[in-house]
Each structure stands twice: as structure tokens, then as C-alpha cells.
């Protein structure tokens, strides 16, 4: 993976808006993606995930967008609230290959 | 279900010395795999496994051995610690490749 050196990009958003966390996947040959969020010192908790004969799947409060085109995945949060402040990590996985590789995390930062 | 468990929390090793990180799931999951989180940045697969009795490396496996004699365990061994490996290490567990994984808690290592 790449590295982003000791600085996370950070979203900010406002309590109550809507949040687009973006990731750009590495592999066109990835055929599996996941969102994972890790809140301070804790480890990473999946959130949702998406298979690529699909462009948009809807959880609780969340939707993954993908676009297989520009290799870009991204995670919408309705609402946002404090207790979405951490960091969000996309994941992808070739169907071929069991490695789950994770990109660049964001951090969400919540504006009250 | 205790999840993921993940011994120590915490451990100070010095240059050169050995050690095993222990891992271990009560969900009866065939996939588990270890990670290696630096300060921040993402998560680095380090060796993964699909079963017992089947070890595989991932992004960044030097230093690191693994074994999977059960289902259950999934120590990952570091030979001769370098300050190179001080690290946050998640040890995650999914029932296959294609699965959200449930992460443990993380073991912070520090090698001076």
C-alpha cells in the first residue's frame, strides 16, 4: 500500500450532515471491496461490503457507491453523529487470490 | 463467543530478541489472518491462512513466521525483532476470503 506518512486525510463534517468518504482501489482485478471503520485504540469493524456485479449497496444509515471504471469506491454516511468520528479504511480482494488489502484510511471528524 | 482474542496488549521487546504474539477465535472461522498497522497509516497484510495446515504470505512477511495446526490458533512469530517492527499488530478471523472479517484487539509492540 501506499503511504501517507504520519497524517490521515480528515474529513470534516458538521453533527447532522452527510458524509463521502472516497477511496481509488489499486487493482482492476479486484472483484470484492469492504469498508471498515477503527475508532481510537480499538481494532477495525466491518461496516459494508460490495461485490462488483453491483454499483450501489445500501446498509443502515450507509451506502458504497463503486465505479468500476475509474477504479473509485466510495462510503456515504447519512447523518453523520459523534459516533461516527474515526477512521475509514476500503479493503478489496481479487476472486482469484484470498489476500485482503487494505488502502489509505480517512478521518472522519465530527463538527458540532 | 469471546471473538477474537488477541496476547499481550502490550509488549517491549529489545533488538534481536524473539517472541510469539498469540491469536486465537472461538467462531469456527476458516480464514484468519495478521495485520501490522504503523502510526497513521493502514493496515499491511503480513501472512494470512484459508484453513488449518495452510499458511500463505501477504504484503510485507519478512521477519514473520506463522503457523495453523487449528482452526482455533494463529500465532505469528517474530524471529529476531528489529525497531523496524514496532508496531500495532490485529490478528482477524472471517469465514472465508469473501467475508467480513472480525478483527481482535490489537497488540502494541515496541522493539528498542
Known amino acids: 500500500g501506499e503511504s501517507v506518512g504520519l497524517h490521515l486525510p480528515t474529513l470534516s463534517v458538521q453533527e447532522g450532515d452527510n458524509s463521502i468518504i472516497n477511496c481509488a482501489y489499486s487493482?482492476?482485478?479486484?472483484?470484492?471491496f469492504i469498508w471498515y471503520k477503527q475508532e481510537s485504540g480499538k481494532g477495525p469493524q466491518f461496516i459494508i461490503d460490495?461485490?462488483?456485479?453491483?454499483d450501489k449497496r445500501q446498509g443502515q444509515r450507509v451506502t458504497v457507491l463503486l465505479n468500476k471504471t475509474v477504479k473509485h469506491l466510495s462510503l456515504q454516511i447519512a447523518a453523520t453523529q459523534p459516533g461516527d468520528s474515526a477512521v475509514y479504511f476500503c479493503?478489496?480482494?481479487?476472486?482469484?487470490?484470498?489476500?485482503?488489502?487494505f488502502g489509505k484510511g480517512t478521518r472522519l471528524h465530527i463538527l458540532p | 463467543n469471546a471473538g477474537v482474542t488477541q496476547t499481550p496488549k502490550f509488549q517491549v521487546l529489545k533488538t534481536g530478541q524473539s517472541m510469539t504474539l498469540q491469536c486465537a477465535q472461538d467462531?469456527?472461522?476458516?480464514?484468519m489472518s495478521w495485520y501490522r498497522q504503523d502510526p497513521g497509516m493502514g493496515l499491511r497484510l503480513i501472512h494470512y491462512?484459508?484453513?488449518?495446515?495452510?499458511?500463505d504470505q501477504g504484503e510485507v512477511p519478512n521477519g514473520y513466521n506463522v503457523s495453523r495446526s487449528t482452526t482455533e490458533d494463529f500465532p505469528l512469530r517474530l524471529l529476531s525483532a528489529a525497531p523496524s517492527q514496532t508496531s500495532v499488530y490485529f490478528c482477524?478471523?472471517?469465514?472465508?476470503?469473501?467475508?467480513?472479517?472480525?478483527f481482535g484487539p490489537g497488540t502494541r509492540l515496541t522493539v528498542t
Open positions: 482477524a478471523s472471517s469465514y472465508g476470503t469473501v467475508y467480513e472479517q472480525y
Open positions: 487493482n482492476s482485478a479486484s472483484d470484492y
Open positions: 460490495i461485490r462488483s456485479n453491483m
Open positions: 479493503a478489496e480482494n481479487m476472486n482469484r487470490d484470498d489476500k485482503i488489502i
Open positions: 467462531m469456527n472461522h476458516e480464514y
Open positions: 491462512s484459508v484453513g488449518a495446515g495452510i499458511t
